[in-house]
């Protein structure tokens, strides 16, 4: 078979392997999740578009879907109060909801405790202060935002725990598909944040669980 | 010759030819400016090193040279009381100061009033609020900042006025030689701030200056 | 709610929050520009593609929609003799008029007075100075180009207001979808253009409009 | 003065501002670390090259330089008993020494227990697995690494610890001066792999820093 | 006519011309491929979508498609007995499949010996090692990789054969298209990979299967 | 109106504007070649599609249309014994056949005598030479090519005339779209190759054509 | 011996090889040259510093440096009335000099009759119209400019002759090194613009020569 | 110590690991000669310059030092008789040669048979196939070219082996440091090129050791 699943991932790195949904077929991704789920791991699939999601679900009716995050869990019906940890997901506006909503969908499959602040993008200074009570004593904070990507610098100067930055595609032109948004966090003159990849969600709400739940 | 003045330019523009000292010798520099001080005009060359200053001081012993700004002006004493607008400087960072002086400079030259806020980088967000009162009645603002070129978007929540974004190339790796701190100025969520090239401090103080000035 | 409306940027910025409607669904739009009217603001929406536009004429009859700009307006039924200033927004192509429509319509939304000089390109170089009369005393000017983006340059220097320089992304091949125009506007030998995102016809517009209306 | 100390950083962010050195004077530089030292606050600073610390050890006799990191510290003498979690830094060459060094010195700066592996690059597949016990159960690791970048995501699998990957500008050509390591980076297929700016060892020394200790 | 058929690149490089799919018409296709075979010439064609395959296949009946290589080849149905050499391809993940499979039916196209290992990318670091016995003695290898592209330096740490990295366009964000793997792959630290283009597994497989066959 | 027809083209450059079909609607572009024939202009547009080109048919059916080039002429019926000069368009692959056309299309408008050399890259040395005798005495050369794009620095070794070549974005992955073969052209060995945008066969043919036609 | 000096060159190409200066020895140069002499055919090498020149002119009295234009000529002493043909070079501004005298340079070692217009950029634009009477007859024009690059495009307006436009590395920030000016003139909306490399002043005016003295 | 010399990698790869030299110390570098020696290892060190040569030859005496390679041999003394296979280095132009000459030196340290033809480029076509008996019945060939980068397709349509090759970084302005060549080379229309690094002469010459040795 071409697959070839790392069935020791939860041994070594405490997390079994996620599955990446683009360019796999719905058959593919079933088969991958009842592998997983046949070793008793908790299955996280990103990158699932509605359709296929669709297909999925008659070969593993079990599974929960949200169509904002395109992300697909199984099997991590944790009740609330097991939750670990406290990670806030940060996002600058509305247009971002969705890469912040694939960063929440991780969290939660990793049994982290998340709570959500939306569009408080630095033009409108005076948003993100007002809610400092909501993050300032996280674990962790994931911060997500298009164009010119400032906010995580901003949330960076407010508080004493790891940022993990995620910029976004959001935005048009000089954006360059993202990529502004990417130099500009790298270059964050505040200390604390760290970068993934344009639209990773996913990774910045696993690196925030990681430092979260452990 | 192979310098042609543009000797109508006032007329047409407001303001004479600056001189873009790159590249030129000390006896061009001081040859055009001649010209343009026998039609009355008051002179500015940008872009003149220190060893460069020193020997057009021995052909143009008036000229007044700033070594921050790297700038040269002649025959603009103006007094102070006579400085027409309102313009503040503001620079995210003390490596940013020779951009924002070249800035400085030419709103002088111009006439302008000007004054100057330094070093309120995002990552210390109190102390831009703090000196609120000094910029929120301004004509024009000129923005300096590096790195990822964060402080124009914040400052642009702030004000009413325009805001002439200049991105500097103070930082290293990914900044790319200033070319972050552009892109996150172009991708501004800010409504209100436009962009000048890299390191043009003479640009954002000239644009600034037409505006507080007409 | 995942939108937080800026409520308060009128009092500090001028002009209430714009909509950015590029991946905003009809309801949240016309849900925002409901509550943006309920607190007496005028409305502007950019972005907005003939279908969507269609969607919200049923939940906001009053709002006006122009198909070339793509913009919404709602409220600003301002009489012609009220209007401020004197902008003059210019286009280098007969392709570039969607962008030099959308500074227009910004322009109407914040009370500017504004007219247009179209297709004036470098190519025909006798047509800008035909139309000279029409632009020279204006109080800023949107000059709009894609292609090699020379023109700003050239009406740089006819002019003593500020330039607000809006590079679009017509053209192909190495026009790198408005790289080219973009990066010839930041280097202009024109002492008075400042630049915007490439196809930013609302920036150029707001820019103009604050330096006119001021 | 045109430095504008944010001495309130260490009540928000843990730890006070540190002091960039690149493009600041010895006398700038001594400047600032004396005022953090009046306030009882250990004094870091990053990029002082051999002939500025020099200078600075001067009129600061106290301080500790690293010529290999190229950084300064002062008052942070703290016994080697109350250092607190533990951190590993791993590079993949000898060249990347001096970014691995800057990394550690930040570590040390903040009171964190901090090992070193060296020279452990992909290129000889075994040399990484045979000094696994030295770092498979730290809170957090610093992956330094230039040409190709890949070390971070072959570290990667084998942890269940966050990882910091801090890309080098080692290597020429293609390398794009750090670029090509910084990008293989962002796309690393191991999940838990956050990236800083290219030669930035402070920075991923101060995040594994602040996941370690906190 | 348009084509002009290079008829006598088999006397000079040992394999006849092969037919680049993309942007020719099924009837072009069918008339080269008819051409090549009167002169006793196997045929190999890439790039052909399934659409075109089809209408390829009323031309030309005898024709071989792979529909998840895309290639198509007539007359090369070599004893398996005779095929020379020994050829092994990696790829790193599942999404990497096609690019592998372009490379694979290349090598059986020129009548090399071949075999595949599928999903053994850096991020399961112990999948790669179990599976040497299969590939440590082959005279060439096609490694395929996508995302940071480290698959290649890895395995030629374990072989004395030159490899041929494919870099794929695999992953989403900062891997440009698969620029991210290309410059991964050129960057190697191991001294025995060499890079052709990006998705190119036609290109790997054509040089790994000359140093087989000859 | 929103175009501003350059009508004193042909007095001042020898040929009338040429229409750039491109993001105009076949309405707009039937009115502007009405009106350069009315003033006795031969019309030459380019970047027609197949769709607008029926359209513009209905509204002028004198119209000649080219699909392959897709360019539409109207009025330029020259009879072949007065076609001026000598060019001739080499072309390095089937795929690059469109652009070719381009310029073919633009040197008929022209009166220009011109013949096609296709499909002789360079892959396949020995093709170019067999067909010197039918391009060494041309009075220019336009040489299209895509991918390495090495085609125009091979012919410059063989004539004594001006190319201009044109890089086509033909290829796939690093080819960037064309800008690879465009860098190889600009940076051609051979003294005698000007370059025009990716994919400009009309700018390619235009600048033959003035040559040969002067 | 390393250099294969192509003898034959005159015959197919009309003008022999010029000498690429950089990166080689004042005695390899000396070397070609004499080789080149003794056949009879006229010297031209380019890129050659003060330094080297010096040199050079201990083997080879008879040279004529040109320490503008960097460029060293030999044998080339033609009466001026057996010029041929005319080209005019054109400036934009007076730091764009030594390209255009590498253009003026190699335009004489042709026998092209050659006229030079300096410091007309369309920042003063009455100053192009002005000379028009000086190169609207020309044969074939070089336009020099380093910056936005707008000068080409504005000069292709005003004539019938083809424009060789050559972008240089005048400038700062965002002009990339002479890319934007590149960029530009490959997007210019005049027809009658080809590009040659940065700095490459040598072509521009080989090419204006082969048209010229044709 | 940071230095962790794989000493393994005879086994595995056939050869043992070469010091790449820059950025190490000449004492690191003759320490880990050192080493290799003491296991009877053949040495090759890269990119060392003349200055530390000179200091690594008092520690290490009998080392051999090529200027122009700048590479470093120990141990190699081969009789010629007994070198393997048959490769050809073939070089564009003169200022090529140093990248050739490290391909010629890592050859010569593999043991096997090796000669060059330079100064081929296609700017004098005739050139090559005058060579052509020289490199046609090669195992392997390395063929290293700057600028434009166009000579490995030429030759790979002449031969029956792999090509090697490898981009120069000779060349200015749109040369990007050697960009072009190398996208020039991946972009190949002929089969059996395959790309390293630019200036990576060990690298190609590894490669085709690698083929012709085994
Ligand atoms: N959205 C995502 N972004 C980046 N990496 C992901 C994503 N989803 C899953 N992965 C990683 O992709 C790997 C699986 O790739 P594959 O073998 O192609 O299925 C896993 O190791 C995950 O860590
Ligand atoms: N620092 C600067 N940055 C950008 N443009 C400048 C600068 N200083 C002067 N200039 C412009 O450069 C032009 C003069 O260029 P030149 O003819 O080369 O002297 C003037 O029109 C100024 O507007
Ligand atoms: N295919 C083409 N590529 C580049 N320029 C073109 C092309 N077709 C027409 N043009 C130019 O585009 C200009 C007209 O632009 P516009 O005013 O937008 O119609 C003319 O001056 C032509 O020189
Ligand atoms: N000139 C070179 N270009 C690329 N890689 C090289 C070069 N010289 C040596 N190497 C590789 O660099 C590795 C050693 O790196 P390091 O551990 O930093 O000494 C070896 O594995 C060699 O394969
Ligand atoms: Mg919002
Ligand atoms: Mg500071
Ligand atoms: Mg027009
Ligand atoms: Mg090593
Ligand atoms: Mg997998
Ligand atoms: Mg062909
Ligand atoms: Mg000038
Ligand atoms: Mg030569």
Redesign the interface.
């Known amino acids: 078979?071409?697959?070839?699943i790392?069935l020791?991932?939860t041994r070594?790195?405490?997390?079994p392997?996620?599955i990446?949904g683009?360019?796999?077929t719905a058959e593919?991704i079933a088969q991958i999740a009842s592998e997983l789920r046949s070793r008793g791991e908790r299955v996280l699939a990103t990158r699932i578009d509605l359709a296929k999601a669709n297909e999925i679900s008659q070969l593993l009716p079990e599974m929960m879907y949200d169509s904002t995050a395109r992300t697909l869990r199984i099997g991590d019906d944790l009740p609330d109060a097991q939750a670990k940890g406290n990670v806030v997901v940060i996002s600058?506006?509305?247009?971002d909801?969705p890469v912040a909503e694939e960063a929440h969908q991780t969290l939660l499959w990793m049994g982290a405790r998340v709570s959500m602040v939306?569009?408080?993008?630095?033009?409108?200074?005076?948003?993100l202060?007002e809610r400092l009570a909501e993050f300032e004593n996280a674990?962790a904070l994931v911060v997500v935002a298009g164009?010119?990507?400032?906010l995580p610098?901003?949330v960076?100067?407010?508080?004493?725990?790891?940022i993990?930055a995620v910029?976004t595609?959001?935005?048009?032109?000089?954006?360059?598909?993202?990529?502004?948004?990417?130099?500009?966090?790298?270059?964050?003159?505040?200390?604390?944040?760290?970068?993934?990849?344009?639209?990773?969600g996913?990774?910045g709400g696993?690196?925030a669980g990681?430092?979260a739940t452990?």
């Open positions: 078979a071409s697959a070839s790392d020791d991932r070594r790195c405490g997390f392997e996620v990446y683009e360019g796999k593919t600058a506006g509305t247009s909801l939306h569009d408080v993008g630095v033009a409108g200074p005076h948003r202060p674990d164009m010119e990507g400032a610098s901003v960076g100067g407010y508080v004493a725990c790891p993990f910029p595609s959001v935005g048009y032109g000089a954006n360059l598909g993202g990529i502004a948004a990417l130099l500009s966090m790298l270059n964050s003159c505040a200390s604390n944040v760290a970068v993934v990849n344009i639209d990773a996913f990774k696993y690196l990681l430092v452990q």
